[in-house]
């Protein structure tokens, strides 16, 4: 029975029977486990989503334009179908060495390029008025439980994978309302696709070696110099560029920060020579401690690099062995493949999220770059500061700007406090997302003129990363060590901070007192307690709070 679930799903459109049957027969080996990263939960949710999406169902009336012929063309079950045939291809199947809990998550991982090979980038994406997304946003992940976080945020990245065509009509879609709370899903794509705000200091890495022959050279400093640092803001306060040339042995062409202007900058980069020679990868990756030692750390800016490169480089075991001590450092590298004759072996060694972090590129003309381009730019700007409790982050944003940082979540939990000398700020925050927002994020603290003592509790961490399995059971999502990212929002035109963190519930205990002080500081804890209610859930739960803050809200 497993030999013949494993070749329907291999073979037959009709995959839901190889999931019941592998669900029955072996409830408890790898195939189950496997399939419940698809089905269950995330999988569950997107399944869901396109089922009703794509067949009408209970949502017909609403969405007529979803009709029942894009099922006629077979694409939900083609869906099905990829997810089926990336985990049993997958060399982590047949490995005996894999765990349940590593073959579910690259079920997982396998989503996104299921769902955009299979329509999710034309026939969900585009809509009049983003009503299939606003739809999604209302009508399927409503509970904010830990996988419709998870679903949400693999929507939003998946976006930034369709074509800049998608990207574009998402962020020039002036009709869906992006100001409505129904369109809540839609402002958090948009968001994330359009990230000019977010400043970050970038170092380029050009592949100069005779292979790239000096026409290539020149096609790929012209794309560097006219598409790709158009697509950010380049300034001393926002993003900063440089650039490593590397052939036989790498220099610095162009020093960090150095340039500070667009068009200066462009120019500079369509300036740089062709050198030609070998490929010391392995050199240019251990010049880039040199060349980010500048670079904003202590602001919470986060240093990022692209490697563009079209062979293999002289050395490869020095070249795994340069990136990882570049990773080490807290440095986020994308590695650029051009052409067929890079090693993607060594594309995945030097990108600091492995294959994630690597882009493949066919050839130099203008168009395979501009493919890659809302990719690489959504990518660098959600990288994340790598920060130690304990290490002071200050600096400012201008209104809409900020910051990503991201801490090893401590056993005791940690305490966050910032002192704000101008302005007001909203930290949202996740222990699974990299870019929390309002639909993804675990928890969240405004300033509302004043400090923020805020403590993150090991309960908080407990609650946010446990999911309730299908059979009532509560099962824990995350590793042995855990990670909480932060997003420091800037709301007013001018906001500086200075963020401290230590380890364990060291707020500032509040006075004992009586009389009006406990009444004030009852109002208080109520206003608090409506701001964390609707953030994270979107409505008040209890009247009676309510009634309470109107009551005491007459005291002042």
Known sequence: YFFLTLEEIRRSNNVMTGVLLAQDIYPNTLLPRALAGMFKGTGKKWSITFYRLLTGSNLASQHELLSLSLVKHGLLMLVYRCLMQSIVNSPRYNNVNTTCDQLETFAFESHPRCYIENGFCTDILLSDQCQNLVCIGNEIFTDRDFYSKQAIDQMTRTAASCSSRISTFLLDARECSLNSPDHALVAAIRNYLDCNERAFDFIIMLDSSGSITSTNFERMTNFVANILLSNFTIGPNDTRVGVICFASSPSIVIPLGSINTYSQLATAVRDISYTSGGTNTAAALDLLSTAFATARVSEGIPRVAAVFTDGMSNNAAATVQSAQAVHDDGITVFSF????????????????????????????????????????????????????????????????????????????????????????????????????????????????????????????YIQSTTDDDDDGSRRRRQTSMPNVYLSIAGLNDINSFALNTTFGDTTSPRPDCSGICKLKLLRMTCEERFRRDDLNFGVIRSSHYLLTAALIKMIG
């Open 337 to 460: 493949g051009i052409g067929t004759g890079v090693s993607n072996a060594e594309l995945i060694a030097i990108a600091s999220d492995g294959q994630q972090g690597v882009f493949t590129i066919s050839g130099f003309s203008s168009n395979t770059f501009q493919a890659v381009l809302i990719q690489l730019r959504v990518s660098t700007c959600a990288s994340s500061t790598e920060s130690e409790t304990g290490k002071e982050i200050a600096t400012t944003l201008p209104k809409g700007s900020s910051r990503l940082l991201v801490y090893v979540f401590p056993s005791m939990g940690m305490t966050l406090k910032i002192d704000i000398t101008v302005g007001n700020l909203v930290v949202r925050g996740s222990f699974t997302v990299q870019n929390p927002d309002v639909l993804t994020q675990d928890f969240s603290v405004m300033s509302n003129g004043n400090d923020i003592d805020y403590f993150i509790s090991p309960e908080l």
